[in-house]
């Protein structure tokens, strides 16, 4: 089955203690990234990587930072959390488009979401 | 920048109403316009796309047309179900080549829709 998965689906952490969130997708797609959601926010791009190795900044990347080693594999790292990043977490995956088109003709695939409480 | 703006909510109706979710977009050139769809406890998934102006784009009785020249995408469903209820997210990708990459999704702040039996 096509999926993103996300690890811990609920995390309840204290101020300054390091952690990561993992995010993995089994559809070989070369752009990754994560969102934030907050109420009356609704969801904002902390980061995005458009293949292994290249990642860059979205609109809200202070205080995370990503890493893209393998394909599937696009964690989340909180160096050291604080209270404003308690949120919703989402990771998604997509192919990159066919430039030729200047279209978008893919989906993307959003994994559950991680729940994040920092005390 | 980019961005997207949708009605405010929350919405509530009774089952079979008539639905329209309000979706107006800034953005230069011509982006691809979405409308995903968050139900309680899970996480998003794409409802309706359209990738060019006049497109219209449609999915479980949903529509949307990309009408370039009010920069609209208003949702629309003729006979709401409980089931619908749930949350639904505008959002718009930018054009190719375009600075920050254009597999970035540009999000509404969402719209909450509440469908009572």
């Known amino acids: 089955e096509a999926q993103v998965t996300q690890n811990p689906r609920y995390l309840i952490t204290v101020t300054g203690k390091k952690l990561t969130v993992t995010c993995s997708q089994n559809?070989?797609?070369?752009?990754m990234s994560w969102y934030r959601q907050d109420p009356g926010l609704g969801l904002r791009q902390i980061y995005y990587?458009?293949?292994?190795?290249?990642?860059d900044k979205g609109d809200v990347p202070e205080g995370y930072k990503v890493s893209r080693k393998e394909k599937r594999n696009f964690p989340l790292i909180l160096e050291s959390p604080s209270p404003n990043q308690t949120s919703l977490y989402f990771c998604a995956s997509s192919p990159i488009r066919e430039w030729r088109e200047g279209r978008s003709k893919e989906t993307q695939y959003f994994g559950p979401g991680t729940r994040l409480l920092v005390l | 920048g980019d961005s997207v703006t949708q009605m405010e909510g929350p919405v509530t109706l009774s089952e079979e109403a008539f639905l329209t979710i309000n979706c107006t977009y800034t953005a230069t050139g011509y982006p691809s316009l979405f409308w995903y769809v968050q139900y309680p406890g899970e996480g998003l998934q794409l409802l309706l796309k359209a990738t060019k102006a006049d497109d219209k784009g449609s999915n479980k009785g949903f529509e949307a047309t990309y009408r370039k020249e009010t920069t609209s995408f208003h949702l629309e469903k003729g006979s709401v179900q409980v089931s619908d209820s749930a949350v639904y997210f505008c959002a718009l990708s930018p054009p190719p080549f375009t600075q920050g990459g254009s597999e970035k999704l540009v999000f509404g702040k969402g719209t909450k829709l509440t469908v009572n039996p």
């Open positions: 559809m070989n797609h070369e752009y």
């Open positions: 990587s458009m293949n292994v190795e290249v990642t």
